[in-house]
């Protein structure tokens, strides 16, 4: 299908859905800001204030589109990575609930359900994926307190061509074939790996396939931990495999990895001097393209142990956006995300701006070898659990610094187990 063939299918969707949500949206939007004296409906500021700054251009644009839909309406938009769990405390705490902010999905949304908005019955409820929807329940509860801007595939992208050259065959899908593979790719004059270890966020995604192969119901385990009921030393995967992996990836990977944030580990994959990434996945490839249009991207899981059947990519929706329940302007919110999930140009947003994994249903079907050669793995090995979801932001930046303090030389593997292992009872 060309990619004109790919536009009227997705115009033709678009419209189709459109037309048969035209009057829940209606109703849905049957609020109103007021009118000011001239008839004219008064201006309203609305404050999005969220993280995942990789999307600020596509959300920009989102907004723009916007401003033509409803003038009046002013959406002020902010985003941040760093710190962003103290950052939108302390707005709570001051009572300055941003409209609309964002969350990790899974326990999270028991974490800040008192301040969010109940999204069943809304008109985007008829466009979420039930899976996206899944992971915006309470963890023991009813309603959906959340929705996301992407679905999601976390792994490995490698560069093909730098396997080819180098001799690799194949994927590594064992830590010993990793090793090998490593020495391989050096030998041939490349990096083989490009860290990320500078973001507090990359130690997470890294850890999301141990604790997913640690046990068959990764929910509880981590339910465990938090009870003080589990160790790292009581699964090997945890803490031999993980901290094996970690010191790969720092033995063979960049100079300086602490100094290694997103943008310096996209360029080094990009330009073609590291044939592996760390912590990354589909959310990449559009970056990585812009630098390098050419490149060959390869996907797949992590090596966590010496059985390939559990080298599997994991996918799903990990971030939340909320709605306030607080806001002054709570139908002129709502009008916004229903807009944002249910009109032709919202739902192409996702494939088109954002370039991400659609959260909605679409009939589009996306040219990202991330999202193609993930979803063919799902189909083949089946997929890792979301275990990040089952985590607060406040432990997984907590958890990052303390490997950040591991990869640093300034504690050993048994201290940051005990650190990791204590932030546990107190950051969950």
Same mark, same amino acid.
């Given at each position: &299908? ?14 189709l ?5 035209v009057?829940?949206?209606?109703a849905?939007c !049957?609020?109103s800001?007021g ?5 004219d @409906? ?7 204030f ?7 251009? $596509?959300?920009n644009?989102? =907004?723009?589109?916007? *401003?033509n ?5 002013t ?6 990575? $760093?710190?962003?769990p103290v950052?939108?405390r ?12 964002s969350?990790?999905? !899974? ?14 019955g ?5 466009t979420m ?17 959340g929705?996301?801007?992407?679905g ?13 050259e180098? !001799?690799v ?17 050096e030998? +041939? ?16 995604h890294?850890? &999301?396939?141990?604790?997913? +192969? ?7 385990? =981590? ?11 009581d ?28 943008? $310096? ?6 330009n ?15 970056? /990585? ?24 990519v994991?996918?799903? +929706? ?14 002129? /919110? ?5 807009w ?7 739902i ?12 909605? $249903? ?7 070898e991330?999202?193609k ?7 083949? *090995? ?5 275990? /990040? ?12 610094e ?17 650190? =990791? @292992?204590e ?6």
């Amino acid at each position: &299908m060309t990619r004109e063939d790919k536009h009227m299918s997705k115009k033709l969707f678009g419209t189709l859905l459109s037309i048969s949500l035209v009057l829940a949206l209606l109703a849905g939007c !049957g609020g109103s800001s007021g009118q000011d004296a001239s008839g004219d @409906e008064a201006p309203v500021d609305l404050y999005m204030f969220i993280s995942q700054p990789e999307y600020a251009d $596509a959300i920009n644009e989102l =907004i723009s589109e916007y *401003k033509n839909v409803k003038p009046h309406v002013t959406i002020n938009y902010e985003t941040t990575q $760093a710190d962003y769990p103290v950052l939108l405390r302390a707005r709570i705490n001051s009572d300055n609930i941003p409209d609309i902010f964002s969350s990790t999905s !899974g326990k999270e949304i028991d974490m800040y359900m008192e301040y969010s908005h109940d999204l069943s019955g809304q008109p985007m409820m008829q466009t979420m994926l039930p899976a996206v929807q899944d992971t915006m329940r309470p963890m023991d509860g009813d309603g959906i307190h959340g929705f996301a801007i992407k679905g999601n595939y976390f792994g490995t992208l490698y560069n093909k061509d730098i396997f080819a050259e180098a !001799g690799v065959e194949q994927f590594p899908e064992t830590l010993t074939e990793l090793e090998e593979a490593c020495v391989k790719i050096e030998a +041939a004059g490349y990096q083989p790996f490009t860290s990320g270890f500078a973001e507090w966020w990359v130690f997470k995604h890294s850890a &999301m396939p141990f604790f997913g +192969a640690a046990s068959d119901d990764a929910k509880d385990l =981590i339910a465990r931990f938090e009870r003080g009921e589990a160790q790292f030393a009581d699964y090997p995967i945890l803490y031999d495999n993980f901290f094996r992996y970690i010191d790969i990836v720092k033995q063979y990977g960049d100079n300086r990895p602490l100094e290694t944030d997103l943008s $310096a580990q996209i360029a080094a994959f990009a330009n073609g001097k590291a044939a592996m990434t760390n912590g990354q996945g589909a959310w990449i490839e559009a970056d /990585v393209l812009r630098i390098n249009p050419d490149i060959n991207i390869g996907f797949n899981g992590y090596a966590v142990s010496e059985d390939a059947a559990q080298c599997v990519v994991v996918t799903g +929706a990990d971030q939340a956006l909320r709605v306030s329940n607080a806001s002054d302007h709570l139908q002129e /919110v709502l009008d916004f995300v229903n807009w944002w999930y249910t009109s032709d140009y919202g739902i192409a947003w996702f494939t088109d701006v954002a370039d991400v994994v659609p959260p909605v $249903a679409t009939a589009v079907e996306s040219d990202f070898e991330v999202i193609k050669q993930g979803g063919d793995l799902v189909a083949k *090995k089946g997929s890792g659990p979301l275990t /990040v979801i089952y985590s607060t932001d406040s432990f997984h930046a907590a958890f990052g610094e303390a490997m950040q303090a591991y990869v640093g030389g300034w504690n050993d593997k048994e201290a940051t187990i005990a650190a =990791i @292992e204590e932030l546990w009872l107190t950051q969950h």
